[in-house]
């Protein structure tokens, strides 16, 4: 069974640039997951997406941040415009249902560096 | 905010030996769960403990939760080189949704 890939694996933009990345999940995954993971911390979930729609958005800083899953498969994230502290690794997971205790798959995430 | 604290920051053991790594939490949960993250890579699942459970075992991984102290532990035994990586708990607070709560992790270091 194919993972969860994500893409570009590596971004260097300069602030105030826009950047996007694109994660498709585990085929059959109704629930996918956007996580921040600065270095040296856990991952924070930024957004988390119930087939197409949004489950829980609160983390996310809307003032620069967008996210969608319109076909209920694949999503986007993107940032603009870019600061210095979004530099981090953005990962995205998926899981089969959603539940309490479903496991979450994650892909290899995106490692993105603001100069 | 993060949740979870792990203890220690950094362990370092040699193979064969045990790795025990402790996670404290401040809120009621439903369930707390163990990943592992090799360099570079994403996040991989352990192992899940829900709050109505005190101990749980999984292959060479033994998983420990106190809810009147709001702790865990993850025993890792016979560890192996390729068990080092930085493990995470994240716990699943009670409340409308579920969304898991990841603590800054534990570097280990199993040395050959």
């Known amino acids: 069974e194919a993972g969860v890939a994500q893409s570009p694996r590596y971004k260097i933009i300069e602030k105030r640039q826009s950047v996007a990345f694109w994660c498709n999940p585990i085929s059959g995954h109704a629930t996918l997951y956007w996580y921040q993971q600065i270095l040296g911390q856990g991952p924070k979930l930024l957004i988390q997406?119930?087939?197409?729609?949004?489950?829980?958005d609160s983390q996310l800083p809307k003032d620069r941040f967008s996210a969608e899953r319109l076909k209920g498969v694949d999503s986007t994230l993107k940032i603009q415009p870019a600061k210095l502290e979004d530099s981090a690794v953005y990962l995205c997971?998926?899981?089969?249902?959603?539940?309490?205790?479903?496991?979450?798959?994650f892909g290899p995430g995106t490692r993105l560096t603001v100069l | 905010s993060q949740q979870g604290e792990e203890d220690p920051q950094a362990l370092s053991i040699q193979e064969g030996e045990n790795a025990t790594m402790n996670c404290s939490y401040k809120?009621?949960?439903?369930?707390l769960q163990w990943y592992r993250q090799n360099s570079g890579r994403g996040l991989v699942h352990l192992i899940l403990?829900?709050?109505?459970?005190r101990e749980k075992h999984s292959g060479r991984l033994r998983v420990t939760l106190d809810t009147s102290k709001k702790s865990s532990s993850l025993l890792i035994t016979a560890s192996r080189a390729a068990d080092t990586a930085s493990y995470f708990c994240?716990?699943?607070?009670?409340?409308?949704?579920?969304?898991?709560?990841f603590g800054k992790g534990i570097t280990l270091s199993v040395r050959p």
């Open positions: 809120t009621s949960i439903n369930n």
């Open positions: 403990i829900r709050s109505n459970e």
């Open positions: 997406f119930q087939n197409n729609g949004v489950v829980d």
């Open positions: 994240a716990t699943d607070e009670t409340g409308a949704n579920s969304k898991l709560t």
């Open positions: 997971a998926s899981s089969v249902v959603g539940t309490r205790t479903d496991t979450q798959y």
